[in-house]
């Protein structure tokens, strides 16, 4: 016969029995039970995040008061201020250079088409001072003059224009009593321009005023040649 171990986890050598019915058999009634979700995890230590009993971590904010939460912020939206204004500034910058390359890569094609085209106008230009432009090739062109200027080229060079050696090439050089400063008196080819940039210089004939005449080269000319000069001034 064995003996009953005393003193262990059952009591004093007496046995321990516990009750677990859920119905109390003298009332009928169902009894209260602990809750075992409030029950700790095994090996989990009070206050644990994630175990009953456990205090949610503090946010940072809650250890400063309302003055310092209140200058925190306004520092955090300064800077995301400061950060969309410069992203801004950025691709208004970007913009205007993708639209300014944009334009000079256009005005250089067109010109350079319009640049194949002065010989035509030249050719244009010459029969209608012979008085050839008549029929259909007078309508072919002016259609042609008309879309040359809807794309931006401007004619100029006219006699008793201002000699402007930018826009201007010297191809004859003399003297006249009739200009007050160097004058084209003479248009040998028109120039054309498309905005600012110069496609060919007007080739003129230059005329400069006879006071300007070098005193050598006053020697040179035959007093007859002066005399004529003279009379033709008094008339």
């Not at 029995?17 to 809750?35: M, N, S, Y």
């Not at 401007?154 to 050696?165: I, L, Q, R, S, Y």
Request: a negative charge.
């Amino acid at each position: 016969m064995t003996d009953r171990p005393t003193g262990s986890e059952f009591g004093d050598g007496e046995p321990v029995v516990r009750d677990k019915r859920r119905i109390d058999p003298d009332t009928g009634a169902a009894r209260e039970t602990a809750d075992s979700s409030a029950a700790p995890a095994p090996g989990a230590r009070p206050g644990t995040p994630g175990t009953p009993g456990a205090q949610p971590p503090r946010d940072p904010s809650d250890l400063v008061g309302p003055s310092a939460q209140e200058a925190l912020l306004t520092e955090a939206l300064a800077e995301r201020t400061a950060d969309l204004q410069r992203l801004q500034a950025e691709y208004v910058n970007y913009k205007r250079r993708v639209d300014r390359d944009r334009e000079a890569s256009r005005e250089l094609v067109i010109g350079s088409v319009l640049t194949e085209l002065l010989g035509t106008l030249d050719d244009v230009g010459r029969a209608r001072e012979a008085g050839e432009l008549e029929g259909a090739f007078k309508a072919v062109a002016e259609s042609l003059e008309r879309v040359t200027e809807k794309l931006g080229l401007v004619k100029f060079g006219e006699k008793g224009d201002t000699f402007d050696p930018r826009i201007h090439e010297a191809l004859l050089h003399n003297y006249s009593d009739e200009v007050d400063g160097p004058t084209a008196t003479m248009i040998m080819q028109p120039g054309y321009r498309l905005g600012e940039r110069v496609l060919r210089a007007a080739r003129v004939a230059v005329s400069e005023p006879t006071e300007q005449l070098p005193a050598d080269a006053k020697a040179d000319v035959p007093a007859e040649s002066t005399d004529d000069d003279a009379d033709r001034s008094a008339q």
